[in-house]
């Protein structure tokens, strides 16, 4: 074994141990590369979205979990990341307040349609959101 070794791979949590930040952000990012691309008006719309529900975090962590969670859902299949996802939702529900949790709700419609255009695979996570978060997310489909 080196004393220099280069074994500096981020861990990634698994989402019974994230953090609130992580596990939203890692929602956030499934959101926006559903439809297989990210657009520049769901990442800024996902920075504002953390910094209202996060101030006290930084924007650097913030981007690193954010890094993190397109590693993550870039190698899972399909099947894997709906349990993924299930995962990542109820560890939100665990870890947030219910104000901070009904807050979630308007931004993720926000992602959802920043890019002009409602893809069937953005709304399956609004759906999956609304039943384990128990909130109503109100998304213009006809964008």
């Given at each position: 074994?080196?004393?220099?070794?280069?074994?500096?791979?981020?861990?990634?949590?698994?989402?019974?141990?994230?953090?609130?930040?992580?596990?939203?952000?890692?929602?956030?990012?499934?959101?926006?590369?559903?439809?297989?691309?990210?657009?520049?008006?769901?990442?800024?719309?996902?920075?504002?979205?953390?910094?209202?529900?996060?101030?006290?975090?930084?924007?650097?962590?913030?981007?690193?979990?954010?890094?993190?969670?397109?590693?993550?859902?870039?190698?899972?299949?399909?099947?894997?990341?709906?349990?993924?996802?299930?995962?990542?939702?109820?560890?939100?529900?665990?870890?947030?307040?219910?104000?901070?949790?009904?807050?979630?709700?308007?931004?993720?419609?926000?992602?959802?349609?920043?890019?002009?255009?409602?893809?069937?695979?953005?709304?399956?996570?609004?759906?999956?959101?609304?039943e384990i978060l128990g909130i109503k997310i109100s998304v213009d489909e006809d964008q």
């Amino acid at each position: 074994m080196s004393l220099f070794s280069s074994n500096n791979k981020p861990i990634i949590n698994e989402p019974s141990d994230m953090s609130p930040l992580e596990s939203v952000t890692h929602l956030f990012a499934a959101i926006q590369i559903a439809d297989q691309q990210g657009s520049y008006e769901e990442k800024e719309s996902w920075v504002k979205a953390i910094s209202k529900l996060f101030p006290e975090h930084s924007s650097d962590r913030a981007e690193a979990f954010f890094n993190q969670a397109h590693t993550v859902l870039a190698s899972q299949s399909s099947s894997d990341k709906q349990n993924y996802l299930r995962s990542i939702l109820e560890r939100i529900r665990s870890l947030l307040s219910k104000e901070k949790i009904n807050s979630i709700g308007p931004m993720i419609a926000h992602i959802v349609e920043a890019d002009g255009i409602v893809m069937t695979s953005e709304m399956e996570i609004v759906y999956l959101a609304e039943e384990i978060l128990g909130i109503k997310i109100s998304v213009d489909e006809d964008q």
